[in-house]
């Protein structure tokens, strides 16, 4: 790891605990050459995983598409920066259980939807309707009788 200051290649790790959300391991590192203090984070990675498209096309697994596709759907929703990172941690442990080096675009998305559902449906429903591809409102109804039915 090189140093944010003096880009020195040899850094050493003082410190090792697990971040705030659990799921992450906090580090504070020590650069040799100059002394700076700066902190990393460590988390899993999900590795080799390609997603075949609706269309055919495979491509490799992006969390940043993931992040961005929840970000939208999230937005000007109340949620913490905690509660997003279980969040996308509990949709890549759920791709990670299905133990395939390619799974279908379908298959994040319904992944992404359970989760979602879980954290706020006001999200959930935004991702569905275009995930879903609704075509007009009583799809939306649909969806939402759906929901309101497995609250009761």
């Given amino acids: 790891m090189k140093c944010p200051i003096c880009y020195f290649?040899?850094?050493?790790?003082v410190d090792s605990r697990a971040a705030?959300?659990?799921?992450s391991i906090r580090r504070r590192r020590e650069c040799l050459k100059c002394g700076f203090r700066f902190s990393t984070y460590e988390e899993?990675?999900?590795?080799?995983?390609?997603?075949?498209?609706?269309?055919?096309?495979r491509e490799s697994y992006s969390r940043e598409k993931l992040i961005f596709g929840l970000k939208k759907s999230l937005e000007k929703r109340a949620i913490t920066e905690d509660k997003f990172k279980r969040l996308i941690h509990a949709i890549e442990r759920e791709l990670q259980k299905i133990r395939k080096n390619e799974i279908t675009s379908k298959q994040i998305g319904q992944v992404v939807m359970k989760q979602l559902k879980r954290v706020d449906q006001v999200a959930y429903i935004r991702y569905a309707s275009v995930y879903e591809q609704f075509k007009d409102?009583?799809?939306?109804?649909?969806?939402?009788?759906?929901?309101v039915k497995s609250k009761k």
């Fill in 137 to 147: 409102a009583n799809e939306f109804r649909k969806e939402l009788n759906k929901l």
């Fill in 9 to 13: 290649d040899d850094t050493k790790v």
């Fill in 44 to 57: 899993v990675e999900i590795l080799d995983l390609m997603i075949v498209k609706r269309d055919g096309r």
């Fill in 20 to 23: 705030t959300d659990g799921l």
